[in-house]
């Protein structure tokens, strides 16, 4: 049987220390929309003092804007400086300065160097400072500073994007946080945009989650329920994996309550979707190690039981009352729900969608997935635009596009990646600084698109609902945006695009080759199984789940990939025959006794074929075997013995009834003495005749001379009659005493 090692669920950190931020975050709210001096500043202190989340050693300095850095004419500046100390020394209170430049910057290349840290991008000056109090060893210490509306600073900003920056002295020279000002442009025409957002599970090894694991996904702070709240009420495009919804199909009425209602609310939103590979399987290595097209799953019987999909029918009473009882019937194997609808995601699916993992399909990847259309519907491929050469020299890439003949929906790069790293930040005062930069990005993007863009919120793990629900608004509600549907997209005139040159992974190219070599041998074993599906079907599950793109770049991958293919191996060995010993064969036909292991839950189809190396033995070639689950069976192979003794080597092999070699061969050796048998046989039929002989004889021998001596006692003729009585009586001792042969011996 397979087993695997499931990867634990990670959960996000507590969240006892939010409730003191978002209760900062608010104060700092209100800051902005109450009457304000020209210069104020607030010192919010979190209670309890957060812990540093920075890596052991460092500190970090992080200016974060509120409003995720849009400020219109009118509108106040907050901002949050934060101070993390990782260090085993506490940092020297100290004052920050603000400062902002006057001169937007030129593009969005600027904007990421100066994002950076290439303070050469740009001119600032001093706005306001902002005292910071000292930060005890792995701790954070963070405030809030806000610009009125009527300051100076802010007045006569034309639309752009202002590079803006907080620092403060240190022994090392002055350290320096870079984030922007978005000023919006409302005159102009909004631009169509598309959020993705995946709908997945953390990467794991087994191919579906179990009971244990959707209930915990799917409980209120679950990562499944974040992630589907997050979504709830938002035009947002989901990329669901389809092994979530088929690991709650499996379980019929016995999946928990909580997973049952997530999937219907799942179902049951407008939102456009798409379907993932199973277990967000990496399409790129599958293809770069020779295979036609990506993998799908081939059967889930492994996983259900018909008793969890009882059919509940009324049945009628001959009167009225009492009212109908119902009673539960066993949905027959046949009846048991199809692969198509265990996976199906929704009625609002897109087929022939791929998402390779992000920056690893190349050209030819590209161009084999574009010709994979499903029915009437053509293949749509989502790339990063960092991956094109119009991206990749920092312009902005409409969301759809050709490649070659291939159709790809194109997602901005740069967006993207700010709106992953806002969604992953659990801190109100550290996800502004991001989603502040996806802002920025988007304002560019907008300015120069030419048609429909395309954004992502990234492949995250256990984020938060509040912080995956603020990156997808960040982008759905930035500035000069209209959100759209994935058909919206699709349906967009298409722009010629080129690919950059793109390493292959060959790690994960020659993973996959292994894993599909592997399966191969698999199922050529399964067919020792009436349903070979309760073996390839959990192998093509469970490769799939550890070619998911979560994997790539994990540490741990390399692990889990030998873990699973060592489980393989287990598998191909659980049948087997157990090892035999020599024997000694006496007579002509007697039958030999092997024992066959089976480790598999179920019972398995086999012929046990016996070749022997000589004539001295008849052996019966071919000896069915249905051995029973996680038992040794016992085979009994009829032989006869020719004339002759000596030694033959047998030669086992167990085979399926596909003719598929299971397990390695074994050889016995018996040692033949057949012609004893005859010899034994022949001695003691000599033995007990001669026996029966003697006795015949002296039987015989006895009798007649009893009647010779009854015959000389009768009366006769002459001294007969004148006997004397003692003579008579002699005699007769005479008969009673024990007769004894020519040697003397008594008889």
């Known amino acids: 049987m397979i087993v695997t ?73 907050t901002v949050w400086l934060s101070l993390q100390n990782g260090t085993d020394a506490e940092l020297a209170a100290t004052e920050v300065t603000l400062s902002l430049g006057r001169t937007p910057l030129a593009s969005r290349t600027a904007l990421r160097d100066w994002l950076g840290g290439d303070l050469s991008e740009a001119a600032v000056a001093p706005i306001a400072t902002k005292p910071l109090d000292a930060v005890a060893p792995g701790t954070d210490e963070e405030g809030a500073l806000t610009l009125a509306a009527d300051d100076p600073a802010l007045a006569g900003l ?23 000002v978005v000023v919006p442009d409302d005159s102009r025409t909004p631009v169509a945009v598309g959020v993705v957002v995946p709908i997945t599970a953390s990467p794991r090894q087994e191919g579906l989650l179990t009971s244990d694991e959707l209930a915990e996904l799917t409980a209120p702070d679950g990562a499944l329920t974040s992630q589907l709240g997050a979504v709830t009420g938002t035009d947002a495009i989901l990329a669901v994996d389809p092994a979530i919804p088929a690991a709650i199909r499996v379980l019929g009425t016995s999946a928990p309550q909580p997973a049952l209602e997530w999937l219907s ?11 993932l590979q199973f277990g967000d399987a990496d399409v790129t290595a599958q293809l770069q190690s020779g295979l036609a097209r990506p993998l799908t799953p081939t059967s889930f019987t492994y996983a259900m039981s018909a008793d969890d999909f009882s059919a509940v029918t009324p049945t009628p009473e001959p009167t009225p009352t009492p009212s109908p009882t119902p009673t539960a019937t066993p949905t027959p194997e046949d009846a048991l729900p199809s692969t198509q609808e265990l996976l199906d995601i929704g009625p609002t699916a897109r087929a022939a969608m791929y998402w390779p993992a992000d920056g690893t399909a190349d050209t030819g990847v590209i161009e084999t997935l574009g010709g994979l259309d499903t029915d009437d519907t053509a293949s749509l491929s989502v790339i990063p635009s960092a991956t094109t050469r119009t991206g990749a020299a920092g312009a902005t890439v409409a969301a759809h596009g050709l490649v070659g003949d291939a159709d790809v929906l194109v997602y901005d790069s740069d967006v993207s990646q700010s709106l992953l790293e806002g969604s992953e930040r659990e801190e109100t005062w550290l996800r502004g600084a991001p989603l502040t930069a996806a802002t920025a990005y988007l304002a560019f993007a907008t300015a120069e698109s030419s048609g429909p863009l395309l954004v992502t919120v990234g492949r995250g793990e256990d984020r938060s609902r509040l912080a995956l629900g603020t990156a997808i608004t960040a982008a759905a509600a930035a500035p000069g945006v209209e959100p759209r549907t994935l058909a919206t997209l699709a349906s967009a005139d298409p722009g010629s695009l080129e690919l950059t040159e793109i390493d292959a992974s060959p790690e994960r190219a020659a993973a996959a080759s292994a894993l599909v070599g592997d399966e191969g041998e698999l199922g050529r074993f399964a067919t020792i199984l009436d349903q070979p599906a309760l073996l390839t079907g959990r192998e093509r599950a469970a490769m799939l ?11 741990e991958w390399p692990t889990v990939l030998a873990d699973h293919r060592e489980a393989t191996r287990t598998t191909l060995d659980s049948v087997g025959l157990l090892p035999t010993t020599p024997t000694n064969l006496f007579g002509s036909r007697a039958p030999l006794q092997f024992w066959v292991r089976n480790d598999l839950p179920y019972p ?19 000896t069915p075997v249905v051995a029973t689950p996680q038992s040794n069976t016992r085979v009994d192979v009829p032989v006869q013995a020719r004339v002759g003794r000596g030694e033959v080597t047998l030669t086992l092999q167990l085979r399926s009834p596909a003719f598929v070699a299971i397990g390695e061969p074994e050889t016995v050796d018996i040692n033949v003495w057949a012609d004893w048998e005859g010899v034994g046989i022949t001695a003691l039929a000599v033995v007990v005749g001669g026996l029966v002989v003697v006795g015949v004889v002296r039987t015989v021998l006895r009798m007649r001379r009893r009647r010779s001596r009854v015959d000389a006692a009768a009366p006769g003729d002459g001294a007969a009659e004148g006997e004397a009585p003692e003579a008579q009586a002699s005699e007769e001792r005479e008969a009673s005493t024990p007769e004894a042969d020519d040697d003397g011996a008594e008889k």
């Open 5 to 77: 090692r499931p990867r634990a669920l990670r959960r996000p950190p507590g969240r006892a220390p939010r409730l003191a931020t978002a209760a900062v975050a608010a104060a700092a709210a209100l800051a902005v929309l109450l009457p304000a001096p020209a210069f104020a500043a607030t010192e919010p202190t979190p209670t309890p003092t957060p812990t540093s989340s920075v890596a052991p050693g460092t500190t970090a300095f992080t200016l974060s804007p509120v409003s995720n850095g849009i400020v219109r004419p009118g509108d106040a500046l």
């Open 158 to 180: 034309a639309p752009g994007v202002y590079p803006l920056a907080a620092s403060y002295p240190s022994d090392a020279g002055p350290v320096t946080s870079t984030s922007v």
């Open 265 to 275: 609310q799942l179902e049951a939103l407008p939102n456009s979707r798409f379907a």
């Open 545 to 555: 789940q550890v070619l998911g793109v979560g994997w790539v770049g994990d540490p």
């Open 604 to 622: 398995v189809n086999l012929v046990l074929y016996t070749t022997p190396d000589n004539l001295r033995l008849d052996v019966q070639g071919e």
